[in-house]
């Protein structure tokens, strides 16, 4: 679905990725993990043309999209949707407006369509009987919820999160990752998701990739990871076991 080759990214002297070769399958759930800085939310945003590659190449769905254009981004940004570290719903409109937002400014739907997917998306997300109110009148953790049924019902072919439970305490925590685990199996997405929770990690995803000083210093199965040898990974693997 996603593939980079020989990737690398500057701002400025300053490299923070370095000649990175990645693939990430069809339907997957990914995990890029590391420490803050090592290039995790840039990778992201590199998918979608939000920043544009120092040299390699980027490949979205079987096409080559390193040189596109801002217009030609557009079609590569429909199949991508994104959920950000906050939920950032407008705080004027009401959840349910929040969620058909989306699909009344890029969609020919009528309402009566619109009203159905926004109920479907908001039962995905396990979100009943708060269409009325406004964002500041629920929980922290129901606005992720209705949040990413913001992104999903647009039907993206890729769901990218960047550090999706950060500021939510460790209930919600694994409620919203077993979410994108439902999620991602049920509309049948590919999942990339940018964390710094290896437990999370551990707990839902296919493939977790480690990245260090713009390197990938350790990729494969959750099994894998945990046989890892690299300090990093070891680092990241005592967290987990609480030593």
Do not use: W
């Not at 080559?64 to 705080?91: W, Y």
């Not at 479907?120 to 396990?126: A, E, I």
């Not at 960047?162 to 409620?175: Q, V």
């Not at 839902?204 to 099994?223: N, W």
């Amino acid at each position: 679905m996603i593939r980079f080759v020989n990737l690398k990214k500057q701002f400025g002297e300053r490299t923070i990725l370095d000649g990175i070769d990645l693939t990430i399958k069809k339907g997957e759930i990914l995990f890029l993990l590391g420490a803050s800085g090592v290039g995790k939310s840039v990778t992201l945003k590199l998918i979608v043309g939000l920043l544009r590659p120092t040299s390699g190449e980027i490949f979205v769905d079987g096409q080559n999209v390193t040189n596109f254009s801002e217009d030609e981004f557009l079609s590569i940004r429909r199949k991508c949707g994104m959920v950000f570290q906050h939920p950032a719903l407008f705080d004027s409109l009401t959840v349910y407006d929040n969620v058909a937002f989306g699909l009344r400014k890029s969609l020919r739907m009528s309402e009566r369509e619109i009203q159905a997917r926004v109920q479907k998306c908001l039962s995905l997300v396990h979100v009943r009987d708060v269409e009325k109110k406004l964002p500041t009148e629920i929980s922290y953790g129901t606005q992720k919820r209705v949040s990413l049924a913001r992104t999903i019902a647009l039907q993206p072919d890729t769901l990218l999160f960047d550090e999706p439970t950060t500021g939510l305490d460790p209930i919600t925590t694994n409620a919203i990752n077993q979410l994108i685990k439902e999620l991602s199996r049920e509309l049948q997405t590919t999942s990339v998701v940018v964390s710094h929770d290896m437990h999370c990690a551990l707990d839902i995803a296919d493939h977790i990739v480690v990245l260090d000083k713009g390197s990938i210093v350790a990729q494969g199965t959750p099994a894998e990871i945990m046989a890892s040898p690299h300090p990093l990974v070891r680092d990241f693997m005592a967290e987990v076991r609480g030593d």
